[in-house]
C-alpha cells in the first residue's frame, strides 16, 4: 500500500472499541487492525469514525505504542493527528513520525470557524517545521460537514509548492464530487487524492486517484477492496453498486454507532457496542432494524472473530 | 462577585499573550489578570476569544498553577475547561476546582456535529461523576455559532434536575435574545444567566440576570462594570448605547486579533500582537483602521500597563 513512499489503497478509520469504563480496549482494537489488514484494507487509525476527537492526546499515544509493539506494522498506519491545538497536533505528529507510520491524516485547526487560508497555511506550516521529521507524510484531511474548517484548493496548492516532500495527498470527505475532480486534475506531482468513501472510489480511480479512507470499510472491507483492485474490470459498475447500497442502509443510522452494531453482532461480542459520549449505542429498535436491513441484503461477516 | 456561592457580575475571556516562540507569556497574562480584577471584573481564562482551544490541556493546568501562585484569588477564576475529548475535560476542570476556582465555564464536546440531548447530557454527567469535586460549579457554555453544538432548555433542565449543587448558570453566546429570555423565565433556583456580551447586559439585568462575560471587557472593563453596577439608574440606557457602539467597532475586525491590537496600542506593548495559529494578527491597515475609529469614539485606555 504504500508505493512511490507514499500510500494507495484501501483505508478504513477503525472504530475504537471501549471498556465498560469507558477506557479503550486494546486487545479488541489489535485484533479488529489484524482482521481488516488480512483483507488488504490499511489502518486509518484516529479518524472521525474511530472517535479519535474524544480520545486525548495522552490516549493516542499509548495505543500506536500498543498497537505496534502487537507486531502491527507502523508503514501500514495513517493514524489522524490533528488536533485543535498547536501543542497536541505536533506532540502526536512528531510521535506518530518518529514510529515510522507511513503518513499521519491531518484535520486543520477545527474550534475557530471562519478562519483565512493564510492562518490555515501557518498552521500546518508550523506543524511541520515544529516536527522536524524528513520522513514525515501528510495527507491533508477536508471535512468540512464535520469540521466546520475546509480546505481551499488554493490552500493545498501553497502547502505542496512549500512542502513537496511532506504534503503527500488528502482524503476529500466534503462529498462534492466536483471538488475532488477539482484535485484530481490538478496533476500536483506524487499527490495521493483518497475519496472519502466507496461511494466516489470508481470514480477516483477513473481519474487518477490513490483509493478511498471510508468507514463502511470496518465492516465490508474485503468488497470494498476487491472493487479497488479491480476498478477497471466490466464488473466495476455493477460491483460499485452493490457496496452503495450496503453504505446507505448503514448511513440510514447514527454511522459510528451503526458500524459497532455491526462489529458486535457479527463477532458476538456485545462490548463492542459501547460509544463515548456525547454519542450514543443505536436504540434496540434501531439495532433490530439495521440487522434486518442487513440480512435483507444478504451481508454476512463470518470471518469475524 | 461569589454570592450564595455563585458568581454574578462581569468577566471576561482574558486574551493570552505569547511570546515569540508562540508560548504562552505568563507574566503579561498574569499583569493582564491583576489589571482586570481592579477594574472589578473576573477572570473567565480559557474562553474562546483567548485562544483557549488552541492551547493544550497542559499548558492551561500550568497556566492556571501560575496563576494562583502570582496571588490571582481562585475564587475570581471561571476557567473554560471544556475539551472535545472527555478524558481531557475530566483533567482540567478536576485541576481547577481542586485549586478552587469559583467555577468553570464548560463548552460542550463540539467535534461531533448533530449530536443528541441524550449523548450531550450522558457527557455533562461523566464529567462530574468523574470529577468527583463536591465543590465543583459548571457554567455551561451555550456558542452555537462557534461551537456548532447548542445546549436545548430541556438539557439545561434536564442537568439542572440531576445535579442543582453543580449546574451553577451559563454563559448565552448565542446571540439570540429570545433564547437568553426564555432560560431566564425559566426560573431554575439560584441558576445564574450570563449574555455573551454587554450588548444583552441591560437586558438580562432587567429580567433578573447575572451580569455579562464579555469579550470588550478585555479593552472596556470599568465602563461595562460601570452599566452592571448601576443598570437600574436613569443612565443606563444610554451607557448601553456608548458600550454597543464601542462593541461594534471592534467587531468591524476580527475579533481576537482587534482585542490584542488594542491592548498592544494602549499598553506600547507590541508583544500583545501575536495569535496562535490559525489565526492571524490584523494588517497593518487594519490595525491604522481600528484605531483610528477608536480615536473618534474618544475611547482611550491610560491606565494599561
Not at 505542496?160 to 476529500?172: E, F, N, R
Not at 459520549?277 to 434496540?284: A, F, R, Y
Amino acid at each position: 500500500m504504500l508505493d512511490g513512499g507514499r500510500f494507495s489503497g484501501v483505508f478504513t478509520p477503525v472504530i475504537t472499541p471501549f471498556k465498560r469504563t469507558l477506557e479503550v480496549d486494546t486487545k479488541r482494537l489489535i485484533r479488529q487492525c489484524s482482521w481488516l489488514l488480512q483483507q488488504h484494507v490499511g489502518i486509518a487509525l484516529f479518524g472521525t469514525n474511530s472517535e479519535a476527537n474524544s480520545l486525548s492526546v495522552e490516549e493516542k499515544i499509548d495505543l500506536l505504542d500498543e498497537l505496534v509493539a502487537a507486531g502491527i506494522q507502523p508503514s501500514r498506519l495513517m493514524p489522524g493527528t490533528g488536533h485543535c491545538a498547536l501543542p497536541d497536533t505536533v506532540k502526536l505528529t512528531r510521535h506518530a513520525a518518529d514510529l515510522g507510520c507511513g503518513g499521519t491524516l491531518m484535520l486543520p485547526p477545527f474550534y475557530y470557524k471562519g478562519v483565512s487560508d493564510e492562518g490555515l497555511y501557518r498552521s500546518y506550516a508550523e506543524i511541520i517545521e515544529r516536527t522536524g521529521n524528513d520522513r514525515l507524510q501528510i495527507y491533508l484531511y477536508h471535512i468540512p460537514p464535520v469540521s466546520q474548517v475546509g480546505l481551499s484548493l488554493q490552500l493545498i496548492e501553497r502547502l505542496i509548492s512549500a512542502y513537496p516532500q511532506t504534503i503527500a495527498g488528502i482524503k476529500d470527505s466534503s462529498g462534492d464530487w466536483e471538488n475532488t475532480k477539482a484535485l484530481l486534475v490538478a496533476g500536483w506531482d506524487n499527490f495521493r487524492v483518497f475519496a472519502g468513501s466507496e461511494v466516489f472510489l470508481l470514480q477516483t480511480m477513473r481519474s487518477g486517484g490513490a483509493g478511498c479512507i471510508s468507514a463502511t470499510a470496518n465492516i465490508n472491507p474485503a468488497a470494498i477492496h476487491a472493487l479497488y483492485r479491480n476498478w477497471r474490470s466490466p464488473e466495476a459498475d455493477s460491483m460499485h453498486r452493490q457496496l452503495v447500497t450496503l453504505r446507505e442502509t448503514v448511513q440510514a443510522f447514527p454511522m459510528i454507532p451503526a458500524l459497532k452494531c455491526i462489529v458486535a453482532h457479527f463477532s458476538h461480542d456485545p462490548g463492542w457496542l459501547r460509544v463515548r459520549p456525547p454519542l450514543i449505542q443505536l436504540s434496540d429498535e434501531q439495532h433490530k432494524s439495521l440487522i434486518d436491513k442487513l440480512g435483507a441484503l444478504r451481508f454476512g461477516l463470518d470471518d469475524l472473530a
